[in-house]
Structure formats: C-alpha cells, structure tokens
C-alpha cells in the first residue's frame, strides 16, 4: 500500500509488462517475414542443394549426394581458404593498432563535437563501395593520377600483390573498428581515470592496465566487424588483387557464375558457420550490444 502511494503521489502511471510486450510483438512482425523471406529461406535451399547434384536448380535428374563436400578437399579450395585466413587477420591486427589509436585520440581530444569527427572518419564509406576500390586499383598502378599531376616517372606499382590487398582492407574497414572502440571508450567512468592517478599509476600504466582493459569489448566486436567482410568479400581480392591473388569468396562467386549451385553452396554454408561462430564469441564478450551501437 504504501507503494501504491508512493506511486500517486509521484504521479508515475505503470503500463503492465504484458501490455508493453504485446505491441512490441505486432510491430516485429513485419520483420520476422523479412528475416523468413530473404534470410531462412535461401539458407535452408543452400543446404539443400549442397547434399543434391542438379543442373542449376532444375528438379530434373535431381539425385541427392555427398559428393559436393570434395570441393573442401581441394588444392584451389585450401589455397584460397589460406590466403582468406592470412589476410584477414593481417588486417584485423593493422585495424586494431590504428583504430584504437585513432579512437583514442578522438576520446582523448578537446573537440566538443566529437561525434563530427567520426563523421569526417565514415564520410568515404558513404561514396560506392566498387567506385572507391576502383580508385584504389588505379592509384596502385604505375600510372595513375599522382604519377601524372606531380609529374613522377613510376607509381607504386603493387596492384595484384597480397600487399595492395591488405591496404585496400584496411583502408575499407578501418572504420569498423574505429566506432565500437570509440563507443566502449566513450562509456568509461572519468572517475576511473582520477582514481588510477590517486593510485599512482603513470600515463602509460593507466593505459595499459585501465584504458585497454576497458576497451577490450570494443576491440572483440571491431574485430569480428572487419574480419568477417575480408573472410568472405570477394570484390577487393578480383579488382585489388587482379586475378592473381585468390581468396574465398572469389571461389564461391566463379561457382555461382558457373551455376554450380551445389558446390558453391556448400562452400558458402562453411562460410555461414564462421560468421555464426563469430556473432557468438561477440554476444558472449558484449552481451549488451553496447559496442555495436
């Protein structure tokens, strides 16, 4: 009773749990169709043609078999799934050196507006993604657009190298490990700082021992933000790499060029585990999300 007053008296109204989760679920609902349409259904027909051997997805002369897992045995399968695990932890480790220094920076920084400059930071990412590797591609060649404004004899010359690679990676999906950083950063108690001080930690011990700690969620969920899309991406690696640098995901685009449904999906479906395997690791280490807003 003397909370029900309480209540009154503050003028506070309580809506029922059950009233607040019965709206929520008529607005998901739109939702899980979508999720059932483009989502559920492509995978369940990937694992189905993958235990099938068909002509595209022709039913005629359809026989179910296990046959299409060879591809996993294969010399171009190993080379490319090598090549794919190389370079995406190259880049994951060359994101995480300079995305935690540029958001700690930005975190850092006097600016009061600090939310413009990682703005400035994801302006690129909202011109084409082809049209900026493309960009890239040319600049990597002996004659490009610097080589002819400043007059210079040869440019880099490295398209077609794991090197062009690794910098078109980086240069892509750096900021996916700048903002869940910045964003673990940005939630650290500025107590904390003073009481590291009154702790006599220095500068760099109170960076180690505090800041990196803390911002450990940020790295995880940076991590698996860039790893993924170099795992699996296939765009970089044919126009970066120009045919001579094979990953992953350039297999299972030729197997799907070449209607070979099957294969390819087998190859796509290991790919699905991964990132699974990866969306776990994140919802174990940032429960909340909360470096992923």
């Known amino acids: 009773m003397q909370k029900v007053s309480t209540d009154r008296k503050l003028g506070s109204t309580k809506i029922p749990a059950s009233q607040v989760s019965h709206h929520l679920h008529f ?31 022709s039913f005629d002369g359809m026989t179910a078999t296990i046959t299409n897992f060879s591809i996993l045995t294969e010399k171009s399968t190993i080379v490319s799934f090598w090549n794919s695990i190389k370079l995406s932890i190259l880049t994951t480790i060359v994101c995480i050196f300079f995305g935690f220094f540029v958001a700690y920076s930005i975190y850092k920084s006097k600016f009061k507006n600090k939310y413009l400059i990682l703005l400035l930071l994801i ?51 750096l900021p996916f490990m ?23 930690l220095t500068d760099t011990k109170k960076f180690w021992k505090v800041i990196v700690p803390l911002g450990a969620k ?8 860039v790893l993924l899309p170099c795992l699996s ?9 120009d045919g001579n640098v094979l990953l992953i995901g350039n297999i299972i ?18 790919i699905l585990i991964i990132i699974l395997g990866a969306i776990f690791i994140v919802n174990k280490v940032d429960k909340e999300g909360s470096t992923l807003i």
């Open 123 to 173: 302006l690129p990412m909202w011109t084409n993604f082809l049209l900026r590797i493309n960009a890239l591609a040319s600049i990597f060649r002996e004659n490009n657009i610097f080589t002819s404004i400043f007059g210079i004899e040869k440019g880099l010359n490295i398209i077609g190298s794991d090197f062009a690679i690794l910098l078109a990676m980086v240069f892509t999906y």
């Open 218 to 225: 940020g790295i995880v969920s940076g991590s698996v933000m």
């Open 27 to 57: 607005f998901t609902i739109p939702y899980f169709i979508w999720l059932a349409i483009f989502a559920l259904a492509p995978l369940f027909v990937m694992i189905f043609l993958s235990f099938v051997d068909s002509e595209g997805t």
């Open 233 to 241: 991406g296939f765009a970089i690696p044919k126009i970066i790499g």
């Open 253 to 270: 685009e030729t197997a799907f060029l070449n209607m070979d449904y099957n294969q390819g999906s087998v190859l796509a479906i290991v």
């Open 178 to 200: 700048v903002l869940p950083i910045y964003t673990s950063l940005e939630k650290i108690d500025p107590l904390l700082h003073e009481a590291a001080y009154d702790l006599g």
